[in-house]
């Protein structure tokens, strides 16, 4: 029920979702509104035993805040959908609705498997000059220390093994330097951590911002304050370019008729950067799936966010992160060596 | 000397500045290589009188580090030039050389105006849907509490007045969201003290990350790591769309000839997002004006930080600084209403 469109985008999501992509073995619980989802999937046409309705007339309202929808939002759709995954009955959930009430229903009723995480991070899939980065936290965890960042590394590490199917994802860290010695505290901490704990992963040191668009590594990993701001800003400054392109092209006769015979290759350029390609944030840390889609999404962008739901649900994604936050704790418990005392002391 | 090309482009920035711009009454001290610099002057055929060379044969080096800098830098051609600033024999200096040696000797010989600061913040212009907007600091303090943020809105704010010739600036805070209570305590507590601090200042309250290339406000206030990190992110999204475009357009004959047509428009277009035209970074909170290049600036960008320097001096923008600062202490030495104590400490 949730998001921008509710159910024609869900249902057209799932529907877009069998088109494109591998759905075998794959059934839907649809959450909500029966009599709307019902009129929805015979419009869609869709295949007899793919969609099962489970009615509730109770919603979490876009605007509600988390506190409020974590008080009277049991029974809604939406808490429904995620009491599904607690009781393996769901091996995923994923909506287009509140991300606040999402975020927080959720760890309520399927609880942080990341120790420090205050709440769950979530991953954006970042177009780039050699693929998709991923790029986490952006947005959930406004201060994060040492071994929060790593956590979100060990994360992001898994995630994008078992989406973007790479086999041994690159990491790094975003700082405002390359240097050893640039930073705050938490950040170089996080780079020692991940340097010398074991863990395993193929981390290449600190990134700059414009390492991101550039791909230099698979995943970037940092706090939850400057992850948004990177992202919307990076969102902000396509906006603006898209639209000094659209002027300039529409600004004349002569414009207007190159840009009618550059359409084809100008339409393969946008595919690249098309927001429904990437549309879907898994929320990790949790014990389960639940990925966010963008509440504007259209069925196309909610088809790409049931993929990577069903690619995590297929991958030993949970496994895999858990075995790796135990070798966490494990490092983090170990006593300091002699002279690390200080900085461990200055880490929040 | 400094900068990746050295006095052709200090010199060329020179002429390029006195073609284009107002330059009534200024005059250059140009510091480094006499006959180096001689050879530039005579390429240039600029008027007599208007530069005057001070010979050194001593350089900063551009991979120095800065306290090698400031051990070894005296006599050099970027100390003699701050120099020339504190002896008032030179109203503002311009250099693109090494950016931490140019920060390190500045507050050593100009001292910070700034209480809190522990070096200048370094401001951006940045071009959005609607002129531009002054981000700051994009990259020398990487942790800055609540009077360091407030202290960059008073600079900033004097500095977009100055240079971009707007009456009253508006001022927004860069956060996570646009709720009070989103963010850290930091940007929360500069936020209390922008609201009640009577600075006379148009403070808009917090902005998003895609509400700089919006153009929201005039200035955009941030930490340097946040704002570093924005700034590079964005510099990086648009490199990429660059290129995109680029490929896109030379894709095949018919995208070729729609380019070819299309010409004058996107060139136009182009010069809306020139680095030239937005080169140039003051050093803000210094007793003393202190304008960074790009180190590898052409001599339009180096003629464009040169109007900055000069536009800066031409107007009371330390004199303002210095009376808001002053106004600033004045809040922050007054005793915390009740209930205040415990949000004042936490902040760092």
Known sequence: MGGDHGPPVVVGGVKDYLKRHDGAGVCFLLHGDEAALRDELARAGLPEGVCEIRHTDKIVAMDEKPAQAMRRGKGSSLWNAIEAVKAGEAAAVVSAGNTGALMAISKLILRMSAHGLERPAIVASWPTMRGVTAVLDVGAN??????????????????????????????????????????????REAARILREGGFGLDYRGFVEGDDIARGTVDVVVTDGFTGNIALKTAEGVARFISALMRDALTSGLLAKAGALLALPALRRMRQKIDPAAVNGGPLLGLNGIVVKSHGGADARGFGNAIRIAVELARSDYLTKVGDNLKRLTAVLDQPAAPGDGAAMETSK
């Open 142 to 187: 406004i201060e994060s220390d040492a071994e929060q960042l790593v956590e979100f590394a060990i994360m992001g590490e898994a995630f994008h093994q078992a989406v973007h199917g790479v086999e041994r994802p690159t990491i790094g860290l975003l700082n405002v330097g390359s240097e050893d010695m640039k930073g705050h505290e938490e950040v």
